[in-house]
């Protein structure tokens, strides 16, 4: 897997959009970016991931350059309920990466009223 | 539909024993892996449990082991524990047969914390 860079922490004000952004310069071209979030006392919950297109979902969109070294997911409008630690991990989610994420520190966002 | 479901959701043991954690997949799915998170990192991969073999393996001693059984369903065993194996131990339940190419979607439980004194 791509090695990911992400700030270790951001706030956003609820009702605002979060921007969070995750540099994976080295990002190889069959893999993918992925997108978890875990919030305080749960497991690790996916959220989305793409690999060259931008996608969007009922829980966030996600933003990749067009060279793909890096991406940003945005909340379009944060709630505190979307208080958590954010991952963003590149995996070719295939073969042997199958299953197998490699999880960073992840960007801890808090959203405030 | 239940998630993931792990037990216990607390343990407590002493260096040297050994402890079984439980996991049931989210229905429909035939794979689960393992992972482990300490305190303020993130999870790492312990291993991966498709058609009742150990498929991959992370980085982590022969201490760890693991089970599948028929229904999907499995287990992690710690042997010899070490107080470093103080962690959150997380299960992810995905689909292998007849997943969509390129999806790497792993549903997790909420873990079994486990402290070894």
């Known amino acids: 897997d791509a090695k990911t860079t992400q700030p270790p922490s951001m706030d956003c004000a609820e009702g605002r959009a979060a921007n969070l952004p995750c540099n994976h310069s080295?990002?190889?071209?069959?893999?993918?970016v992925y997108w978890y979030r875990q919030i305080h006392s749960q497991g690790p919950q996916y959220i989305i991931h793409g690999l060259k297109n931008n996608e969007t979902n009922e829980m966030a969109s996600l933003i990749i350059t067009e060279d793909r070294k890096s991406s940003t997911l945005i909340l379009p409008h944060a709630t505190l309920r979307d208080t958590a630690v954010y991952y963003c991990?590149?995996?070719?989610?295939?073969?042997?990466?199958?299953?197998?994420?490699?999880f960073g520190q992840g960007t801890i966002l808090t959203v405030h009223p | 539909d239940a998630g993931v479901t792990q037990s216990p959701t607390h343990l407590i043991k002493t260096r040297g024993q050994q402890v079984t954690l439980r996991c049931s997949p989210k229905?429909?799915?035939?794979?689960v892996s393992w992972y482990q998170q300490a305190l303020g990192q993130g999870p790492q991969f312990i291993f991966q449990y498709y058609e009742e073999e150990e498929r991959q393996r992370g980085n982590f001693p022969d201490r760890f082991s693991g089970h599948q059984f028929p229904n999907y369903s499995s287990e992690l065993n710690v042997n010899a524990l070490l107080l470093g194996d103080s962690a959150l131990y997380l299960c992810?339940?995905?689909?292998?047969?007849?997943?969509?190419?390129?999806?790497?979607?792993?549903?997790f439980g909420a873990g079994s914390r486990l402290t070894v004194l």
């Open positions: 080295t990002i190889s071209g069959n893999e993918y």
């Open positions: 992810a339940s995905s689909l292998t047969q007849g997943r969509v190419a390129g999806a790497n979607v792993l549903t």
């Open positions: 991990i590149a995996t070719n989610a295939g073969g042997t990466s199958y299953g197998k994420l490699t």
């Open positions: 229905s429909g799915h035939d794979t």
